[in-house]
């Protein structure tokens, strides 16, 4: 089974940044994507940005948009979250959720792999 740990979350002061990292392990096949999802208190699970193996970045969310990156490691099989001029409103647990195909899905219960988050509070 495919496993992803998230790590590099912290407390970062608004207009910083931060890079987060999902390691995984024990994947097999010939596609594979990779998005990051986030999730404040009392909202859903929103998708920010993914990557595809085959066609990289598939979509960017608008709220981050021009401040976040994604990219990949294959020598070290992680997947990177660049995060730039954080905001407050940037505060979520953050996921990584890997899917085998081809394309990035959007919805997350379409994901079949998670890892179990990273807290980011962005705040003075």
């Known amino acids: 089974q495919l496993q992803l740990v998230e790590s590099g979350g912290g407390l970062v002061q608004p207009g910083g940044s931060l890079r987060l990292s999902c390691a995984a392990s024990g994947f097999t096949g010939n596609y594979y994507n990779i998005g990051w999802f986030r999730q404040a208190p009392g909202k859903e699970r929103e998708g920010v940005l993914c990557?595809?193996?085959?066609?990289?970045?598939?979509y960017v969310a608008d709220s981050v948009k021009g401040r976040f990156t994604i990219s990949r490691d294959n020598a070290k099989n992680t997947v990177y979250l660049q995060m730039n001029s954080l905001k407050p409103e940037d505060t979520a647990v953050y996921y990584c959720a890997a899917d085998l195909g081809s394309r990035c899905p959007r919805r997350p219960n379409e994901y079949d792999y998670w890892g179990q988050g990273t807290q980011v509070t962005v705040s003075s």
């Open positions: 990557i595809s193996s085959r066609d990289g970045v598939q």
